[in-house]
């Protein structure tokens, strides 16, 4: 015989506005409902910090699990609402105008929900919201309401685009400004609470992009700019002493130079790929300056510029990350005049080196830094631009040749870690550590790592080539060499540990006699 079943129940009203496909509450017992469990006897504040480590949707979905839960979600201080969590899958690449409307709609609706000021017994502290430029005033009115009200304190918007960068006319990188111009005049509010903005594909020739992001937006700590500029080969300067920015990241944006002559509050900056031919940016006045990241790949026109000049005045980094992307050094040979702007470097991140160069080179920084506790090395060997798949804007690659003249008593006291990604076991870089321990006599600690995946290699039908020592008996080969090495230097060999043996990453950890108990 078939056993009774309990009666299948509808969906509560309140889970049907949105956010969640219908069939994802489309059944559920009286048992589910008023069944309590272990979990639903944890206090308040523990389910809300619990719910608050998944998105939205998710955490809503829990509203099902009990009476309990019901209305645990409308009690989230912070809220996360992301229009690609609402999309139909499988979804097309690229998303379908059609898959997208649907998807923003079901958003419009689970914002209206969450934003109940009537279903809420708390304010929310902060709102995450992922949208589509084209929906901006579908969730304008909603927002508005909710910050005049009182019940939004902070807002992060990211106005997200799947087209690519390429594929977008200077017309609809122009059309999008003036939908977030309209927008933010449509709903003055929201430059009240916008702590946090991130914008793609964005042409802001006919508009002024300083007094929108930086005399508009008063409340901004950080910035994202993917594809956003005035036009190519633009100058942006940015003067805003009275602005709260904090973190600027700029990605593939056209501008032939940033100035940042006034950002007082500035604590990290960010470039990915730049088109200048020259030094891309300047600095004033910018005393909290801590993290800076340059990433880009050189292109035929680049010029070799003084990272020292790119950085005069600037005396409060702390860490740098410099990422080549398997290019030509864009930076010139220096290691004196560095130490300025080096005064403070505590870590350094130098990325992309291409793995037939020699990274020798990379111990002037070390000379200029001798403050530096960590050092982050990774080498680049993709399949994804060599030969025929290498893009036709890139010339051939230069070995840097920087002729180093050191002072063999010169030592870095303070770096304890080094880090090297993309490890091969190749002679060069077994060099390079050995060169490192005998300059860094407090070295504690070295990591070697695999490299990270990449997409566009996956594509390719010939499979990326894999050096890494993966097999027990190569990795005990590398620690040997290494531990045979240093042992010429009077560190005893009881005090050598293999930390971890995965395919990926191993950690060698080194301690000298005198930090020995």
Known sequence: MVAAQEPRKECPPDLTSGLFRADDFCTYSPKQLDGEDRLSTLTDDLLLSILGRV?????ARTSVLSTRWRHLSWWLPELSINVKDVLSAPCADPIEANDMEQAMASLTKATRSLLDKQQRESSISSLHLNLISNFLCEVGQLIGDAIDSGLLKDLDLTILDEIEPLDCSEEELQQRAQDIDAFFTAYPSVLLCLTKLSLKNVGFDKLDMHHLLFDCCKQLTHLTLHHCDTGSFSLFKIDAPGSKLRVLEIEKCRFLRIDLVCLPKLEKFLWETWVSQVAP??????????ELELSSGSNCDQRLFRLSELLHGVTSIHTLTLDFQGETLWVQAEMEELRTAFSK?????????FVEFDISWTTAFLVAAPSIEMLHIEVWEHTCDVGEARPASYHDRK?????????????NRLLKELEFAGFKSLEQQFTFIRSML????????????????CDDCDTLKVPRPSRFPRKEDEQEMVVKRIRDEMFVDGLSQDAIWLHGALSVCFVLIFLFLFLLP
């Open 55 to 59: 998105s939205s949707r998710v955490a």
């Open 438 to 453: 005998e300059r860094c006599p407090n070295l504690q600690k070295i990591v070697l790592r695999d490299e990270e995946q």
């Open 345 to 353: 470097l505590r870590k350094l991140f130098v990325r992309g080196i």
């Open 281 to 290: 940016l300047t600095f004033g006045f910018v005393p909290s300056l801590g």
């Open 399 to 411: 070995s840097p040749r920087w002729e180093m003249h050191l002072d063999s008593s010169s030592e």
